[in-house]
């Protein structure tokens, strides 16, 4: 299939207001140059995770890059990157065939060209210009039927969960490694996220309390989880104890919930750690208590391949990986969606916050 026979080829948005979208015509096809290959995307995951991606377009202080550099769209505009299933339908690379399908880092869009490097098992490594200096870990694809041998509705589940699921699972590493900082009690705001939900069941049994927090009509829903010691509504933030040395995990970067925690807490608060951003990307005001802390989730992933090796490092995160997809998957609705008109609804509810914590959607333009 020839790159650009669709009319809407391109999801994007502006960067300065996520709620303005628009489709972009395809380009036309130039040809592909030696090492190339175009892949048709089939179908990828839209959760809170990717706003948060699209929060952290543009370069902030403490990250280093912006994830509007990894598919560059029209000036203004940018494309939100998602995880998803693609199908190799032209290469001129060696080691790559048509019909391959892979597994990765891809635009809201029907089509990618890729300048592809090494294929090296399921591996295979992305290495467009622009995208070398950006962290390895969104340029490294997996050849599926090698990597991953899912079946559907396991592929469904780990496109969804497994990027949240990263940051579950470095975060609570990194937690443990500094023994805690000192504490027992391990706050985490936007308890329903799929991030949340699995730091606090890697958190499990290591004598913590572990306390959630999520909007009132859902605190029935999270408890209902049993991940958590306790879940409160943000508006019960006093009900804690303010003496207690407390870690606080800001999966929200909401602005209101952030101070609150921080009023409250004061001296308590022992580190503050803004791991995920849906409701913004801001973290330099002032606020009482420690400085907030910047978590990326790539450059641990990184830190901790080098510590454990690559194939350390998955085969950690596959066992962990198993437990939470045992305790996720079965609870949610995958839902798919396909066509313009549905992708940009489904957007739009995921910005807005109005998807159930139960529901995960599968989306295709085509």
């Not at 209101?256 to 308590?268: E, I, P, Q, W, Y």
């Not at 989730?297 to 350390?312: E, T, V």
Request: aromatic share 10%; glycine share 10%.
């Amino acid at each position: 299939m020839p790159l650009g026979v669709d009319p809407a080829q391109s999801f994007e948005v502006r960067q300065d207001d996520l709620a303005k979208v628009q489709w972009r015509e395809p380009r036309g096809d130039d040809g592909l140059a030696k090492g190339e290959a175009d892949v048709a995307i089939r179908r990828f995951a839209l959760t809170a995770n990717n706003i948060t991606y699209a929060r952290l377009g543009s370069r902030i202080p403490g990250l280093g890059f912006g994830y509007w550099e990894f598919f560059p769209a029209g000036s203004g505009w940018g494309s939100v990157p998602v995880w998803g299933l693609a199908d190799v339908v032209a290469s001129r690379h060696p080691n790559l065939t048509e019909g391959t399908t892979l597994f990765g880092f891809f635009p809201m869009a029907t089509h990618l060209r890729m300048t592809v490097g090494a294929v090296s098992g399921a591996t295979v490594l992305e290495e467009s210009l622009h995208r070398r200096s950006l962290p390895a870990t969104y340029n490294q694809y997996l050849i599926a039927n090698r990597g991953l041998a899912l079946g559907p509705e396991a592929m469904d589940a780990y496109m969804v969960l497994r990027p949240s699921f990263s940051l579950s699972f470095c975060c609570a590493t990194y937690l443990s490694e500094q023994r805690w900082f000192g504490c027992r009690r391990i706050l985490i705001s936007s308890a329903s996220s799929k991030a949340a939900l699995g730091l606090a069941m890697l958190l499990a049994g290591e004598g913590l309390e572990v306390v959630g927090l999520t909007s009132r009509q859902r605190v029935a829903q999270v408890a209902a989880r049993a991940v958590h010691d306790r879940v409160l509504p943000y508006e019960e933030i006093t009900a804690l104890a303010s003496d207690e040395p407390t870690v606080f995990v800001d999966i929200a970067n909401a602005t209101d919930v952030t101070r609150a925690v921080h009023d409250h807490l004061g001296s308590g608060l022992r580190t503050s750690i803004a791991a995920g951003f849906t409701h913004g990307s801001d973290v330099s005001e002032a606020l009482p208590g420690p400085r907030r802390a910047l978590f990326m989730a790539p450059a641990h992933m990184q830190r901790l391949q080098d510590l454990w090796g690559k194939n350390g490092y998955w085969q950690r995160f596959t066992e962990a990986w198993q437990h939470f997809h045992a305790l996720i998957a079965k609870g949610t609705a995958f839902v798919h969606t396909s066509g313009p008109a549905g992708v940009e609804r489904v957007y739009r509810e995921v910005l807005e916050g109005r998807v159930p914590n139960d529901t995960a959607h599968l989306l295709s333009i085509r």
